[in-house]
């Protein structure tokens, strides 16, 4: 699980996206080294929209945007997104595969899907101020 520095994002919202990406592609390359693979595929099941424009950015906006490429489809939704660092990385759009909500697909494959549902307070910075959120 990765945390936004809740400190900083008050004082330096960039700065604080910026750390909190850094830390998931960090861990994303060390997790894949360590399995001894040189490509792994993830599925991101709103990639072509919401998932893709934030992990397409924050891929640009800490590495070489020249080791980045994608697919992007005529209504400019992403289909593919491929990172090569020292391994390579590629995101690709499961809702192209499975056309239908992330409940329904937990259902189909009999997995937990969502623990709890979306609390719509978690779209304001002031929830940082209330330590129960």
């Known amino acids: 699980m990765f945390l936004i520095d809740h400190l900083l994002l008050k004082s330096d919202t960039d700065l604080a996206v910026k750390q909190l990406w850094f830390k ?3 861990s994303l390359i060390s997790e894949v080294v360590s399995l ?3 490509k792994v595929t993830i599925f991101a099941h709103n990639l072509g929209d919401f ?3 934030f992990s397409f950015k924050g891929l640009l906006n800490n590495y070489n945007p020249e080791n980045i490429s994608s697919i992007i489809d005529h ?3 992403f289909i593919s997104i491929t990172w090569k660092d020292k391994v390579t990385i590629e995101w690709k759009d499961s809702l192209r595969i499975f056309p239908m909500s992330l409940d329904k697909l937990c259902e189909l494959f009999t997995v937990t899907g969502k623990l ?3 609390d719509i307070r978690f779209n304001d910075i002031s929830l940082f101020n209330n330590p129960r959120l």
């Open 51 to 53: 998932d893709g424009y």
């Open 36 to 38: 001894g693979l040189v």
């Open 116 to 118: 709890i549902p979306y």
């Open 24 to 26: 998931y592609f960090d």
């Open 75 to 77: 209504s400019n939704s």
